[in-house]
């Protein structure tokens, strides 16, 4: 049974990034206006989009695909581990680059919230769902990363494929406007049909990536 903390289905990620430094090509960040945030941010969940798998060529797509659906409980298993790390990184090393009070809360899970989450222009319904958080917890902003894996290439017979992982992020301010956002791309990694150790590496290389994004939040 899919978890639908790691795979939101539908999830779509309108993202429209406003770039104006990037140390390497693997992340990319638009510093906080005044390069400063002031008042208590809370951080979400991590949540995962649903795998974005390759359908062609047929034959060796259905192979691979067919491959990783046998190990998709543990790959969650894995997955559920790493972003609970994830998230302790990214919310300390927040906290301490802006010297802030941080709270978490979960994931909310509406529809409409999933849709809209990283559009430029959040609908009522994102910006209800954002104020109530940020309410809840006494917050003045809310932080959120949701990441994917992505097939990049099949391999002959469907024997392995590159994947990369990618994390978008966005702060919203406590009425839901958008105040920053990033974005963090691992370089392609080779992973056989049906070994899933191999997401550790993807989780560990973006933990890098996620770590210099932050950093870069404030110049």
Known sequence: MKNK?????????IFSLFVSCASTSMYKVDPVPGNSVSGKTVFLEIAMAEWDR??????DAGIYNKGLGNIEEEINKIQSQKIVDLLKQASNQYKNLF????????????????????SKNPSAD???????????NSADYLFALVGQMKTETIYAFGSKGANILSFDMVLFDKTGKPITKGEVK????KMQRED????????????????????????
């Open 5 to 13: 903390f790691f795979f939101v289905s539908g999830l779509i990620i």
């Open 126 to 136: 994102t910006i209800k769902a954002i104020t109530q958080i940020c309410n809840k």
């Open 196 to 219: 899933a150790s191999i997401i550790t590496e993807y989780f560990d290389e973006a933990a890098i990536f996620i770590e210099g994004m932050i950093n870069n939040m404030k110049k």
């Open 186 to 189: 691992t370089k392609e990694i």
């Open 54 to 59: 390759k359908v062609f060529p047929l034959m």
């Open 99 to 118: 010297n802030v009070e941080i709270g978490y809360d979960k994931y909310p899970m509406p529809k409409e919230f999933e849709i809209t989450y990283f």
